[in-house]
Nanobody, 118 residues
């Protein structure tokens, strides 16, 4: 599975952005997708995830500001980000993984840079 992330950019604090992650290839029905981010000098961390059935998990640091969604017909996942803060500055990566029986298959996108100015 190949992932193409887009939508990053420069935005002022308090602003909004929407990230997209388009998946292509051999996409199985039992899967999940997620957004991770890696800030300067920091480890990559989970931001939000969503299963093919629509169950979501959003980390507390962005809950209420970020919304994850997906369009299974388009094989695309979105991250709507609002009330952005400078600490949200990071490269955002999308991830796809299978959720049925092992072995698990994982794929990462190339990342899109989000810069929030104060």
């Amino acid at each position: 599975v190949q992932l193409q992330a887009s939508g990053g950019g420069l935005v002022q604090a308090g602003g909004s952005l929407r990230l997209s992650c388009a998946a292509s290839g051999n996409i199985v029905s039992d899967n999940a997708m997620g957004w991770y981010r890696q800030g300067p000098g920091q480890d990559r961390e989970l931001v939000a995830a969503i299963t093919s059935g629509g169950r979501t998990n959003v980390v507390s640091s962005v809950k209420g500001r970020f919304t994850i969604s997906r369009d299974n017909a388009k094989n695309t996942m979105y991250l709507q980000m609002a009330s952005l803060k400078p600490e949200d500055t990071a490269v955002y990566f999308c991830k796809y993984w299978t959720t049925a029986m092992p072995p698990q298959y994982i794929s990462w996108g190339q990342g899109t840079l989000v810069t929030v100015s104060s």
